[in-house]
């Protein structure tokens, strides 16, 4: 087998050679659809024959140039995804034909109506609440309105069969991210919890998506058998943590290493990179675009209200984890995950009996002195 | 005639309110707590119920909320729910049922709290007035809203009682127009600060018959004392549209501010002001479908695209005659936030100056903001 870092390194490195990919694919012909939200429902895209491109942006490096068309006081990666967008210096922006979004957050619904003076736009009306017969229906046929817009702006027909095929593939990737972080925890000792944020935070931005599954057979294959590696540390007496929250991107990845640094073992993460958006399957025998729709209701963001499902997973994650503590992360001015910490806290201290910490951060890598400090704090909190 | 003592009435309607809807509850009445306008009154009083306006509009029990809730969040919503957990605000004591609508982030998720401390109701909303299956959503969360209110409160509401209402509120709307277009008077009447005055307090009044013979008999004496008296509004006043988030009770600060340095507000672009009144509800027909088709072009920047605030904004700019614009943001109102670069758009077109303010409801920053107004004002010269 390759060596472990190479195999790694493709990963942390998704975006940048996404360039030369995106190059490529664009030179043969390829359409490609700009997309920024776990909600997006890719099936329908790949079944139209394009490139589902991730383009939500959550480094700090265009916060600014966002900064000057949208307010201050705005989620990082909403400024962030709008800067890059309206830079005209972003080569993923610049390869997107179409970009899609939805009326998630406010702040990304409104940012929304600005990307459409930059790029053809299609704009799916997200339902609020997950539950309902008419919530239901809306969403389904917001699934058509996307179909349809993608056979116009593409030229190309979506057929039931390229659905269940779409559905299929994405279906098989989630089942591989599943058993990858599966086989991780049942391994101890052979991936530090950075390793596996690499692979898992960056697999959706791979376009080479064939060579990025079969990486993670690799990596799955190695954790199987591998013998725990002399670089990582043995974890038996160290709080097991579980990461909620905002997307944070190369920030987690840094949050990460905090952690692990401050004795703490990070056994799972529920952000929209990893868990949020893998957990469960679109179900191959329905009618698809019902099926697809029934799938995507379900992600447990809290722009829905209720939103039971997050309350749901975090007890179930907290049980099957044997979770000590909860960190929950909340990027500045994201209300809705701001307003959700008190239920959250709630729910991990007074019916779990479980730590629980609340960070507020931005996207800035100015902030890690505080951050280092709250978190190696919580983690020797938990470790009396 | 003089108005004034008029005006004064209206002016102390929030207080009087307080009395007045404790002795329709000791009637047996009801009382239906709203936050928003996206629940419309016709269905809510159809029930026979009292619809009582909860929104928070001042800063004392922002403290309290924010035990619970984040400080970066528009005080409107912390305000709101200060009230709700304090006792404090008697119309929140007093309510039956609460009813909350899933407008903005910040809203729905304060309401998530609400639904602890009373029977509440959260009408759904779509989020594109435009999209296809919006239309047919929202007509659905009005039945809802309907069979709601019929549980909760016992009682049946018929659709020839919401038709009453709707006819009630159109005549309601229409006398309010005819009040608040003084301004498009050269110079207007009365101030700007006055007339907010008015139109505020008509949300605390629950005998709509009365409230509207009142604002007639008001408009008449103003334009009669005009006709022979001329205004106190001087004629070179600079004419200012105002617009923006909901404005509390401590933004009239701003009103303030605008008129003591040489502005008069003509024109409010908010809720419960233009954007409430202008348009009336069919009277004829299906109520449902009418109230849908109302509501449904409420151009609050919740909506997206809100094209509808843009036309209006543009026509009332020039049937005001506004010389500049004032766009009042409260802090964390991310949706009209992010608005304000169309807005400001719009208003740039029409070459009229324009003007962002953020605001929270606290004193503190009324020495800055008079520096920025009163140069605003002095650059329209």
């Given at each position: 087998?390759?060596?472990?870092?190479?195999?790694?390194?493709?990963?942390?490195?998704?975006?940048?050679?996404?360039?030369?990919?995106?190059?490529?694919?664009?030179?043969?012909?390829?359409?490609?659809?700009?997309?920024?939200?776990?909600?997006?429902?890719?099936?329908?895209?790949?079944?139209?024959?394009?490139?589902?491109?991730?383009?939500?942006?959550?480094?700090?490096?265009?916060?600014?140039?966002?900064?000057?068309?949208?307010?201050?006081?705005?989620?990082?990666?909403?400024?962030?995804?709008?800067?890059?967008?309206?830079?005209?210096?972003?080569?993923?922006?610049?390869?997107?034909?179409?970009?899609?979004?939805?009326?998630?957050?406010?702040?990304?619904?409104?940012?929304?109506?600005?990307?459409?003076?930059?790029?053809?736009?299609?704009?799916?009306?997200?339902?609020?609440?997950?539950?309902?017969?008419?919530?239901?229906?809306?969403?389904?046929?917001?699934?058509?309105?996307?179909?349809?817009?993608?056979?116009?702006?593409?030229?190309?027909?979506?057929?039931?069969?390229?659905?269940?095929?779409?559905?299929?593939?994405?279906?098989?990737?989630?089942?591989?991210?599943?058993?990858?972080?599966?086989?991780?925890?049942?391994?101890?000792?052979?991936?530090?919890?950075?390793?596996?944020?690499?692979?898992?935070?960056?697999?959706?931005?791979?376009?080479?998506?064939?060579?990025?599954?079969?990486?993670?057979?690799?990596?799955?294959?190695?954790?199987?058998?591998?013998?725990?590696?002399?670089?990582?540390?043995?974890?038996?007496?160290?709080?097991?943590?579980?990461?909620?929250?905002?997307?944070?991107?190369?920030?987690?990845?840094?949050?990460?290493?905090?952690?692990?640094?401050?004795?703490?073992?990070?056994?799972?993460?529920?952000?929209?990179?990893?868990?949020?958006?893998?957990?469960?399957?679109?179900?191959?025998?329905?009618e698809p675009f019902s099926a697809i729709a029934e799938k995507y209701l379900q992600i447990p963001c809290p722009v829905m209200s209720p939103n039971h499902n997050r309350m749901e997973l975090a007890a179930r994650l907290i049980d099957d984890y044997q979770v000590d503590g909860v960190i929950d992360f909340v990027l500045r001015a994201c209300l809705t995950y701001s307003v959700e910490t008190v239920p959250l806290r709630r729910l991990v201290k007074d019916k779990k009996h479980t730590g629980y910490m609340s960070l507020e951060t931005n996207l800035a890598h100015s902030e890690s002195g505080q951050l280092n400090t709250r978190v190696s704090a919580f983690i020797e909190m938990l470790s009396i | 005639m003089d108005f004034t003592p008029m005006l004064n009435e209206f002016a102390e309607a929030r207080q009087n309110?307080?009395?007045?809807?404790?002795?329709?509850?000791?009637?047996?009445?009801?009382?239906?707590?709203?936050?928003?306008?996206?629940?419309?009154?016709?269905?809510?009083?159809?029930?026979?119920?009292?619809?009582?306006?909860?929104?928070?509009?001042?800063?004392?029990?922002?403290?309290?909320?924010?035990?619970?809730?984040?400080?970066?969040?528009?005080?409107?919503?912390?305000?709101?729910?200060?009230?709700?957990?304090?006792?404090?605000?008697?119309?929140?004591?007093?309510?039956?049922?609460?009813?909350?609508?899933?407008?903005?982030?910040?809203?729905?998720?304060?309401?998530?709290?609400?639904?602890?401390?009373?029977?509440?109701?959260?009408?759904?909303?779509?989020?594109?007035?435009?999209?296809?299956?919006?239309?047919?959503?929202?007509?659905?969360?009005?039945?809802?809203?309907?069979?709601?209110?019929?549980?909760?409160?016992?009682?049946?509401?018929?659709?020839?009682?919401?038709?009453?209402?709707?006819?009630?509120?159109?005549?309601?709307?229409?006398?309010?127009?005819?009040?608040?277009?003084?301004?498009?008077?050269?110079?207007?009447?009365?101030?700007?600060?006055?007339?907010?005055?008015?139109?505020?307090?008509?949300?605390?009044?629950?005998?709509?018959?009365?409230?509207?013979?009142?604002?007639?008999?008001?408009?008449?004496?103003?334009?009669?004392?005009?006709?022979?008296?001329?205004?106190?509004?001087?004629?070179?006043?600079?004419?200012?549209?105002?617009?923006?988030?909901?404005?509390?009770?401590?933004?009239?600060?701003?009103?303030?501010?605008?008129?003591?340095?040489?502005?008069?507000?003509?024109?409010?672009?908010?809720?419960?002001?233009?954007?409430?009144?202008?348009?009336?509800?069919?009277?004829?027909?299906?109520?449902?479908?009418?109230l849908t088709t109302r509501y449904i072009k409420s151009g609050c920047a919740c909506m997206s695209p809100n094209d509808h605030r843009m036309d209006m904004l543009s026509h009332y700019i020039d049937e005001y005659k506004v010389d500049g614009v004032v766009d009042v943001i409260l802090q964390t109102c991310h949706t009209y936030n992010v608005e304000t670069k169309r807005v400001k758009d719009v208003v740039n077109q029409k070459n009229i100056p324009y003007l962002n303010l953020e605001t929270d409801y606290s004193q503190e920053t009324i020495g800055q903001l008079t520096t920025r107004i009163a140069a605003f004002l002095e650059m329209i010269n």
């Open positions: 087998m390759e060596q472990k870092k190479q195999i790694i390194d493709r990963f942390k490195n998704a975006r940048s050679d996404a360039v030369q990919e995106l190059n490529r694919l664009k030179k043969e012909g390829a359409k490609i659809a700009g997309y920024y939200c776990t909600y997006t429902p890719t099936e329908i895209i790949l079944a139209a024959g394009a490139v589902p491109l991730r383009l939500c942006n959550s480094s700090d490096q265009y916060v600014q140039e966002g900064e000057v068309h949208l307010p201050r006081n705005l989620c990082a990666i909403v400024k962030s995804s709008f800067g890059e967008a309206v830079s005209g210096k972003s080569p993923y922006f610049e390869a997107a034909d179409l970009v899609v979004g939805e009326t998630t957050c406010d702040g990304k619904k409104k940012m929304y109506e600005y990307l459409r003076e930059l790029k053809p736009t299609h704009i799916m009306q997200l339902p609020q609440k997950n539950t309902g017969h008419e919530e239901s229906l809306l969403w389904i046929n917001e699934m058509r309105r996307l179909k349809s817009s993608l056979e116009q702006e593409f030229e190309v027909d979506i057929t039931v069969a390229k659905l269940k095929d779409a559905i299929k593939q994405k279906n098989s990737q989630r089942l591989a991210v599943k058993e990858f972080y599966e086989n991780w925890r049942a391994h101890p000792g052979v991936l530090m919890s950075s390793e596996a944020y690499s692979i898992l935070g960056n697999f959706d931005y791979r376009l080479d998506r064939e060579k990025a599954l079969e990486d993670l057979y690799a990596m799955i294959r190695h954790i199987k058998s591998g013998p725990p590696d002399a670089d990582v540390k043995e974890y038996d007496n160290s709080p097991r943590i579980l990461l909620t929250g905002c997307l944070l991107g190369e920030k987690m990845a840094g949050i990460i290493n905090i952690i692990e640094k401050a004795g703490g073992n990070i056994v799972c993460v529920e952000t929209c990179d990893w868990l949020k958006g893998s957990d469960g399957l679109v179900n191959e025998d329905m | 309110g307080f009395i007045l809807t404790k002795e329709l509850k000791d009637q047996g009445k009801k009382v239906v707590g709203v936050y928003c306008g996206f629940a419309p009154w016709e269905i809510i009083t159809a029930s026979g119920a009292v619809a009582v306006w909860l929104c928070g509009m001042s800063d004392t029990t922002i403290p309290d909320a924010e035990q619970h809730l984040p400080a970066n969040l528009c005080p409107l919503i912390k305000s709101s729910y200060g009230f709700a957990i304090t006792g404090k605000c008697p119309y929140f004591y007093f309510s039956d049922m609460l009813i909350g609508e899933t407008t903005c982030d910040g809203k729905k998720k304060m309401y998530e709290f609400l639904s602890d401390l009373k029977p509440m109701h959260i009408m759904h909303l779509h989020q594109n007035p435009k999209a296809e299956g919006s239309y047919r959503y929202y007509r659905s969360e009005m039945v809802k809203l309907k069979e709601a209110l019929e549980k909760e409160l016992d009682v049946e509401i018929t659709d020839d009682a919401i038709r009453d209402r709707i006819k009630l509120r159109n005549r309601e709307r229409k006398a309010l127009r005819n009040f608040y277009e003084m301004g498009k008077m050269v110079p207007p009447p009365i101030y700007g600060f006055e007339m907010r005055k008015v139109i505020q307090a008509t949300l605390f009044i629950a005998d709509k018959e009365t409230e509207i013979e009142k604002v007639e008999k008001l408009t008449n004496a103003i334009k009669e004392d005009y006709e022979k008296n001329g205004s106190a509004v001087p004629a070179t006043a600079k004419r200012i549209m105002v617009t923006g988030s909901p404005l509390g009770d401590a933004t009239e600060n701003i009103i303030k501010i605008i008129e003591d340095n040489g502005g008069v507000v003509v024109c409010f672009e908010n809720c419960s002001a233009i954007k409430d009144k202008e348009d009336g509800v069919q009277e004829a027909g299906d109520p449902f479908d009418a």
